[in-house]
């Protein structure tokens, strides 16, 4: 049955009824959308609960083709410490003449928004209306790469991140702090200039080693300090102790010890408890044409965070405590955002360079316990297609309009033109070629930030316009459709 088949007043009896399910009743599912700077995040979220909420053109996500959601709201989230997630703003920074993107975010926030919903079985519906909360959590993914801290003690970190330092690739950006760890007695005083200085020329190694591309020890924060830049909590660095020593009280390797032992537990730890191990459904967004444009470095991060993301479901795991502590996490999903970029021709190329870089990232290993899933998305489509001939040859565009400053073959838009774009052909996946002839292919596909599109504000027939997209529906319908069920 669908939702046109019921009459108005059974309707509002039903209504009625869910108004009596208490709040504390309904489900939640928490849903954590992560990725790195710049991936998508914020549209993302604005995009799935403006069409949640004002309706949308979602017909692969099956509670809405099957019209059984009755309507969706943004209800106060529970949090309280969590800053809320702007959506009106957004939307507002959207709705204006011309259209624009909403501006960076660096913080955490959260939104809940109710779903009311029939259920599939009849049993469960002839109980009235049923709810449920999503509760969407928006975390920077340069933070994941923490978590493995979490079950390493200083003495390993310190071992491990020296030993990463000897690496061929990474001796020489690391010198100058190898030098001074040489200088230094981890038996010796409590030294807080040595601590100091050494914290300094590590940070400056991590973000040397990071932006060459190399996998780097961490910790996140010394990479994104954000509101901890100059923090007593990042005033310490590896220094190795000598195995079988003790770590002596008052010693310079005691004093880094509890401020690598601070930093866990007053960075990492909340996060982890506050958010992750809080997640039952995760997606990463992940700007696979820029990293791909961006070289190894930008390459090297996408793995990582992917890696971290996958790593509690990594079988055999070693990290035993993150893996116990993630196992409400069973369905993370990895789109390609902003594949309105390329013609829809190359969308299967996108997931297939998506999936390399996820495959690499397991680093081989099985994975077990959640069920993954790739796809290409755009949560608000700013292009449409066209194809143009050159040359008797057909040539598959996407036509929109740059951002003002935008470049293309010694042309700079202005913001107001639009323009049709043949991007170029993506690599075939990289797998049985090298990940360096991927990349050196895709350098060849043009990136052109585009305006997002004008929306207007409301059909004639009152209702508001649903906002274009690519397969935000089937990402939906991924994590969360079986709660709606
Ligand atoms: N064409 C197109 N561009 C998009 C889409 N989603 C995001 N973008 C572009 O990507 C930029 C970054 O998107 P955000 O949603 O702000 O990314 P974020 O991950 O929240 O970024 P930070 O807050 O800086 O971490 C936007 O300003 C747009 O230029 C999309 O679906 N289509
Ligand atoms: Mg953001």
Not at 223 to 245: C, I
Not at 270 to 288: E, K, M, N, W
Not at 398 to 409: I, K, N
């Amino acid at each position: 049955m669908a939702l046109s088949d019921l009459t108005q007043p059974t309707l509002s009896r039903l209504r009625g009824a869910a108004d009596y399910v208490t709040d504390w009743m309904t489900p939640t599912v928490r849903l954590g959308v992560t990725g790195l700077a710049r991936s998508g995040k914020t549209v993302f979220i604005t995009a799935l609960v403006r069409n949640l909420v004002e309706g949308g053109r979602l017909p692969f996500f099956g509670p809405a083709a099957e019209g059984r959601i009755l309507r969706a709201y943004l209800t106060p989230q529970p949090d309280d410490d969590v800053p809320r997630f702007p959506y009106e703003e957004h939307l507002a920074v959207l709705g204006r003449d011309p259209p624009d993107w909403p501006e960076s975010t660096s913080r955490v926030s959260q939104l809940r928004v109710t779903v009311e919903y029939l259920s599939r079985s009849l049993l469960k519906r002839s109980f009235g209306i049923d709810r449920l909360h999503i509760d969407i959590v928006d975390y920077p993914g340069e933070w994941l790469l923490d978590l493995g801290l979490i079950d390493l003690d200083y003495r390993d970190w310190a071992a491990g991140a020296c030993a990463l330092a000897q690496d061929a690739r990474h001796r020489a950006i690391a010198a100058p702090w190898l030098a001074h760890v040489a200088k230094l007695d981890p038996d010796g005083p409590a030294d807080e200039q040595a601590a100091r200085a050494g914290s300094q020329l590590f940070a400056a190694y991590l973000r040397a080693a990071r932006s060459a591309g190399f996998d780097g020890a961490g910790p996140g924060r010394f990479l994104m300090p954000g509101d901890l830049d100059g923090s007593p909590l990042l005033t310490f660095l590896p220094v190795p102790v000598p195995e079988g020593a003790s770590i002596r009280r008052g010693s310079l390797a005691a004093m880094l010890e509890r401020r690598y032992d601070s930093y866990k537990e007053h960075v990492v730890m909340p996060f982890f408890r506050g958010y992750f191990s809080r997640i039952d459904r995760q997606i990463v967004l992940v700007d696979a044409l820029s990293a791909l444009n961006g070289g190894d470095a930008a390459l090297a991060d996408v793995r990582r965070t992917l890696a971290a993301v996958l790593a509690p479901f990594k079988v055999g795991t070693a990290n035993w405590f993150l893996a116990l502590m993630t196992r409400r996490i069973d369905r993370i999903l990895f789109a390609a955002a902003k594949s309105d970029h390329v013609h829809h021709a190359s969308h299967a190329r996108l997931e297939a360079l998506l999936a390399d870089m996820a495959h690499e990232a397991a680093d081989r290993a099985s994975i077990a316990g959640a069920d993954i899933k790739l796809m290409a998305l755009s949560a608000l489509r700013a292009t449409r297609e066209a194809e143009m001939t050159r040359a008797n040859e057909p040539l598959p565009c996407v036509v929109g309009t740059p951002l003002p400053g935008e470049q293309m073959a010694g042309r700079t838009f202005d913001g107001r033109e639009t323009a049709a774009i043949f991007t170029g052909d993506l690599p075939a996946g990289t797998s049985g070629r090298s990940q360096a002839t991927a990349v050196a292919a895709a350098r060849d596909v043009m990136v052109i930030r585009f305006r997002p599109p004008r929306i207007s504000a409301a059909e004639s027939s009152g209702a508001a316009a649903p906002w274009p997209h690519i397969r935000l529906d089937r990402a939906l319908d991924f994590l969360v459709g079986d709660r709606l069920a």
